[in-house]
T-cell receptor
Framework: KQEVTQIPAALSVPEGENLVLNCSFTDSAIYNLQWFRQDPGKGLTSLLLIQSSQREQTSGRLNASLDKSSGRSTLYIAASQPGDSATYLCAVLETSGSRLTFGEGTQLTVNP | NAGVTQTPKFRILKIGQSMTLQCTQDMNHNYMYWYRQDPGMGLKLIYYSVGAGITDKGEVPNGYNVSRSTTEDFPLRLELAAPSQTSVYFC?????????????FGPGTRLTVT
């Protein structure tokens, strides 16, 4: 059974700092990996999707990497801003395509 | 486009009552999903559908039922509500589960069973 772990569970940083969020998964037979953002009381917003054949994806100040063989992904946020404060979730889609398994998330606070 | 919409936003049910959570998407997506999120936890898949008339169980289907009569709508039915079903329910849709197609989520329904 696929298990997804995110470390740390919570992170507080000053504005402007570069930071890394970590995601690990137990079964490397994945189809893709997605990073989501969730604001309090809101739904999820997809940030980046990495196919299993890719190593990284970039969008603005966000860069996500994938090392399938070691079961790891990182989300790098450059020059963090208070508006980046949210919970960040990673999820892996198994190769059958039938199940997207989520981690428990990292709650990020960026202080002005 | 409105994207994925869910109703109601909040609901309180008594134990044993039933209700239907509504989900509609206007993106002509074939795939639709229902998830639940318990406090401090990730999301767990309840049911999913790959097209009108086709549904399948996810990780935690017990106590729920779904139907998919149209491409746009994917209601989730709770029969005989139990306190363990207190959660936030999210509906999502995607063009396909294959390829670079992300899932789009609705704003959620917060359900309390007392």
């Amino acid at each position: 059974k696929q298990e997804v772990t995110q470390i740390p569970a919570a992170l507080s940083v000053p504005e402007g700092e570069n930071l890394v969020l970590n995601c690990s998964f137990t079964d490397s037979a994945i189809y893709n990996l997605q990073w989501f953002r969730q604001d309090p009381g809101k739904g999820l917003t997809s940030l980046l999707l990495i196919q299993s054949s890719q190593r990284e994806q970039t969008s603005g100040r966000l860069n996500a990497s994938l090392d399938k063989s070691s079961g790891r992904s990182t989300l790098y946020i450059a020059a963090s801003q208070p508006g980046d404060s949210a919970t960040y979730l990673c999820a892996v889609l198994e190769t059958s395509g039938s199940r997207l398994t989520f981690g428990e998330g990292t709650q990020l606070t960026v202080n002005p | 486009n409105a994207g994925v919409t869910q109703t109601p936003k909040f609901r309180i049910l008594k134990i044993g009552q039933s209700m239907t959570l509504q989900c509609t998407q206007d993106m002509n997506h074939n795939y639709m999903y229902w998830y639940r999120q318990d406090p401090g936890m990730g999301l767990k898949l309840i049911y999913y559908s790959v097209g009108a008339g086709i549904t399948d169980k996810g990780e935690v289907p017990n106590g729920y039922n779904v139907s998919r009569s149209t491409t746009e709508d994917f209601p989730l039915r709770l029969e005989l509500a139990a306190p363990s079903q207190t959660s936030v329910y999210f509906c999502a849709s995607s063009y396909s589960r294959w390829g670079p197609y992300e899932q789009y989520f609705g704003p959620g329904t917060r359900l309390t069973v007392t």
